[in-house]
């Protein structure tokens, strides 16, 4: 696995957001599980502890295997609430939690539940975003362990279907969101990836701003590359 960077990914993000969580949204094939598995992998490499928990399976085989704390949840949404919850318990035993991805349970959920009741399923999604969050950045009030450890959360997310682009009248060019609605914007920094080059030698991906406190809507932050085994992220701030 090459990685070439100033600083780690996970420097980067600390950079960036502190003590937070930050989501990546796109759509199907944007480089979001190779992204943070390659985050992931280089976190391990600097001695960092790292929990990456899979929902959806993306991984190509073999990947899961590259992990120290890697653990497949499928698409359960309560069994990922309970999952996320004892991570934030366990939050003095890693430095980095990775959610891949967190939209699918609930989407899975939300799927199969009656119309009065599909709104809960989204609702539900407030605990995972929360407790990454408090994995991340402990409060005193909580009885947390290690309150003054700085964590960091990634979670992935999806975007919302094109059938909310057609009942909302949307054109071709008028960029899908992130899954969850405001809920989604719990993490100090949502950025969207998306395929910029793909071809037989390599996939080219962005990562753009969404929504961050201080840099503007649209603002590149990486472009990273996909060849052979190897990823390589150029970081733009």
Same mark, same amino acid.
Request: aromatic share 8%; with cysteine; charged share 25%.
């Given at each position: 696995?090459?990685? *070439?960077?100033?600083?780690?990914?996970?420097?980067?993000?600390?950079?960036?957001?502190? =003590? &937070?969580?930050?989501?990546?949204?796109?759509?199907?094939?944007?480089?979001? #599980? @190779?992204?943070? &598995? =390659?985050?992931?992998?280089?976190?391990?490499?600097?001695?960092?502890?790292?929990?990456?928990?899979?929902?959806?399976?993306?991984?190509?085989?073999?990947?899961?295997?590259?992990?120290?704390?890697?653990?497949?949840?499928?698409?359960?949404?309560?069994?990922?609430?309970?999952?996320? #919850?004892?991570?934030?318990?366990?939050?003095?035993?890693?430095?980095?939690?990775?959610?891949?991805?967190?939209?699918?349970?609930?989407?899975? #959920?939300?799927?199969?539940?009656?119309?009065?009741?599909?709104?809960?399923?989204?609702?539900?999604? =407030?605990?995972?975003?929360?407790?990454?969050? @408090?994995?991340?950045?402990?409060?005193?009030?909580?009885?947390?362990?290690?309150?003054?450890?700085?964590?960091?959360?990634?979670?992935?997310?999806? *975007?919302?279907?094109?059938?909310?682009?057609?009942?909302?009248?949307?054109?071709?060019?008028?960029?899908?969101?992130?899954?969850?609605?405001k809920i989604a914007f719990v993490p100090k920094l949502t950025l969207r990836s998306e395929v910029v080059e793909r071809n037989s030698q390599k996939s080219v991906f962005r990562? *753009?701003? &969404?929504?961050?406190?201080?840099?503007? @809507?649209?603002?590149?932050?990486?472009?990273?590359?996909?060849?052979?085994?190897?990823? *390589?992220?150029?970081?733009?701030?």
């Amino acid at each position: 696995m090459s990685m *070439t960077a100033t600083l780690t990914a996970y420097d980067k993000f600390k950079q960036l957001v502190g =003590a &937070h969580t930050v989501q990546i949204y796109g759509e199907a094939g944007a480089g979001k #599980s @190779r992204f943070v &598995h =390659a985050v992931a992998i280089e976190a391990q490499l600097t001695g960092k502890k790292v929990l990456y928990l899979d929902t959806e399976g993306s991984l190509p085989l073999g990947y899961e295997d590259e992990l120290e704390n890697y653990e497949y949840i499928g698409p359960d949404l309560d069994a990922l609430i309970e999952r996320v #919850s004892l991570a934030k318990r366990q939050r003095d035993q890693f430095d980095l939690l990775i959610v891949d991805s967190v939209g699918f349970p609930v989407l899975a #959920s939300f799927a199969s539940l009656p119309l009065d009741k599909r709104l809960t399923a989204i609702l539900r999604m =407030a605990n995972i975003m929360a407790d990454t969050v @408090r994995f991340a950045r402990a409060s005193k009030h909580e009885m947390l362990p290690v309150p003054e450890k700085e964590n960091l959360a990634i979670v992935t997310n999806q *975007t919302v279907s094109e059938f909310t682009r057609v009942t909302k009248g949307l054109s071709p060019e008028d960029p899908l969101e992130c899954f969850g609605g405001k809920i989604a914007f719990v993490p100090k920094l949502t950025l969207r990836s998306e395929v910029v080059e793909r071809n037989s030698q390599k996939s080219v991906f962005r990562l *753009t701003v &969404h929504k961050a406190r201080d840099m503007p @809507r649209g603002k590149e932050i990486a472009c990273f590359t996909l060849a052979g085994n190897g990823v *390589t992220i150029n970081w733009k701030v």
